[in-house]
């Protein structure tokens, strides 16, 4: 059992040593997964970045173990951060989607999506057919992620009425755009370690792989928080286990989590640290989430003395080299 150790918390992004930031414009950062996904984590693409820049030796993998629409992922890969990266999921409509991309049927869902004339009745007979096949299953999913309200998968969830500027249920639907993401991702296909499994079972597995790096993005289902069980078909998590699992980590970790004081308690209990940061919800409301890892101690560096950080432990001085002490005989 995890025991009480003191740790090091930074309640707001001010006492992290930078002034309080603004929510990432998410239009900003390329868009590479195919879903449009509830809680999806778009917009801490740039603080990931950030986390990954300070890495040294650069590690050779990514293990995302509550995969989703796997922006994450992706964004490491095409942009070279990691090798490979171990995608996990659970829920099986979303898992035909990235089986469809890892069998070489990523061609066929694009040409599918772009030949379809997309209206309330197409869509509604579209979806309630037999899927015989994967990628009939992952064409039915994408469908219904980009038709239903908030691109919500779970039971419950329906197609759009008004959606955005009275566009009803073609507010999401952009055939060109999406066929284009897709046909991309045939570009790190065979990077991607593709396992429909529970995410703390992959966890455990690469849990001794020091050059392993883990971005974990649970249900937010601690504390009774009722989010995860609305979005998601799969939500029950034993969050006491995940943290422990965390503890037996060799490679570096960073959890995301709506700002839960249950979650801060399991921090403090098993010697991590968290910050807070913010970003907008799906109604534009900014919000704050919880960073926990490790050490965050980068995230409250100025970026200029992290980048010569990083340059000298690299043997890459900068311009402005930090002053090194000298050798005492």
Not at 55 to 71: C, D, R, S, T, Y
Request: aromatic share 10%; glycine share 8%; hydrophobic share 35%.
């Amino acid at each position: 059992m995890a025991t009480t150790r003191q740790t090091t918390l930074f309640p707001t992004l001010r006492e992290c040593g930078q002034k309080p930031a603004k929510p990432v414009n998410v239009a900003s950062v390329p868009q590479r997964s195919p879903f449009r996904y509830p809680g999806g984590k778009t917009w801490f693409v740039p603080t990931f970045r950030r986390w990954m820049e300070h890495k040294i030796p650069k590690p050779e993998i990514l293990v995302e173990p509550f995969a989703g629409g796997g922006i994450i992922s992706l964004t490491a890969l095409f942009e070279g951060l990691v090798s490979g990266a171990v995608m996990a999921e659970l829920d099986e409509d979303i898992v035909a989607v990235w089986q469809c991309v890892k069998e070489g049927d990523a061609g066929w869902l694009a040409d599918r999506i772009q030949g379809f004339d997309l209206t309330r009745e197409s869509v509604l007979q579209e979806i309630s057919k037999p899927a015989r096949r994967t990628r009939e299953r992952a064409f039915q999913t994408i469908l219904k992620n980009r038709t239903f309200h908030g691109g919500i998968l779970a039971k419950g969830s329906g197609l759009l009425k008004l959606g955005e500027n009275g566009k009803g249920i073609k507010s999401r639907w952009y055939p060109e755009t999406l066929a284009r993401r897709l046909v991309n991702l045939q570009q790190v296909a065979d990077r991607i370690d593709f396992r429909h499994e529970d995410g703390l079972k992959v966890m455990t597995e690469f849990a001794s792989r020091q050059d392993a790096v883990f971005f974990i993005d649970p249900p937010y289902t601690a504390g009774g928080k009722r989010a995860g069980k609305r979005l998601y078909k799969y939500c029950d998590i034993d969050h006491e286990e995940l943290f422990s699992i965390c503890e037996t980590l060799k490679g570096d970790f960073l959890i995301t989590y709506d700002n839960a004081d249950e979650v801060k308690a399991l921090a403090e209990k098993h010697g991590f640290q968290y910050c807070l940061i913010p970003m907008n919800n799906t109604h534009h409301a900014t919000m704050q989430e919880l960073v926990i890892g490790k050490d965050i101690s980068w995230m409250k560096m100025p970026s200029d003395v992290l980048r010569s950080r990083m340059e000298w432990m690299a043997g890459e001085p900068s311009e402005q080299e930090p002053s090194r002490p000298e050798a005492r005989g």
